[in-house]
């Protein structure tokens, strides 16, 4: 993991679910990924998430089954740091960086890239469900872009089970989620993600690229 404490969405979705990839050798995709589809145009967006009580701010950039997060926040003395996210669809792995130092980590998937549960910002494991359903509820202006909107549900042989709404424009890109997820009795959790400042334009290959001069971690983590 890099940067302890300030990339918690992106720990979620290297940490968990790649570890759920690993263990079970395939992740229950096609229904949730009816859900959350690859966009199908290049795009660039700030994303504003909030789980629970906690708030989230990131720069997140599309192109082609590949995603770039950056999150900003200060040191205790004050510096501002930039920690990056890339997730690579057609290279089933992805990338931590740590800017400030130049280095990097690698985590690998056997299977996928599990890009569905990147729009839930990896705070909430989609892939745990199997039985998955929408409905189409319309359009709606999401921050001055058009947007279908559809009711969806998730439930799985456990009896966990999440609800809520989701909006995708004509080209795929998840504009708005609000859902919330409800499992042992008196536990559950709300998750609101949007996009705001979306862009849908060509972006630079570079930015899903490692930089060069960073030099991997082989401790798997920088502090």
Do not use: C
């Not at 926040?73 to 996210?85: D, F, I, L, R, S």
């Not at 290279?91 to 980590?105: C, N, Q």
């Not at 745990?128 to 969806?152: C, F, H, L, M, S």
């Amino acid at each position: 993991m890099i940067g302890k404490g300030h990339m918690r969405n992106f720990i979620a979705v290297l940490g968990l679910v790649f570890l759920v990839g690993a263990s079970t050798g395939a992740l229950a995709a096609d229904g949730v990924e009816a859900v959350f589809p690859l966009p199908r145009a290049d795009y660039s967006a700030d994303d504003k998430t909030t789980f629970n009580a906690d708030g989230y701010e990131y720069k997140v950039f599309y192109s082609q089954g590949k995603m770039r997060s950056e999150y900003d926040y200060a040191t205790p003395n004050g510096t501002k740091v930039t920690e990056v996210a890339i997730n690579r669809v057609d290279l089933k792995l992805s990338w931590t960086l740590k800017p400030d130092v130049k280095m990097y980590v690698t985590m690998k998937n056997r299977d996928k890239v599990p890009f569905a549960m990147l729009q839930t910002d990896g705070l909430i494991n989609v892939y745990q469900y199997d039985r998955v359903g929408q409905k189409p509820q319309g359009e709606e202006k999401i921050n001055g872009v058009t947007a279908a909107k559809y009711k969806v549900w998730m439930e799985n042989e456990k009896g966990k089970r999440l609800e809520g709404f989701v909006w995708r424009t004509k080209d795929d890109i998840t504009v708005r989620v609000d859902v919330s997820e409800s499992g042992k009795p008196g536990k559950s959790n709300r998750l609101f993600r949007e996009l705001k400042n979306l862009k849908v334009a060509k972006q630079n290959p570079a930015f899903f690229e490692i930089p060069s001069g960073y030099k991997e971690s082989a401790e798997g983590y920088v502090k």
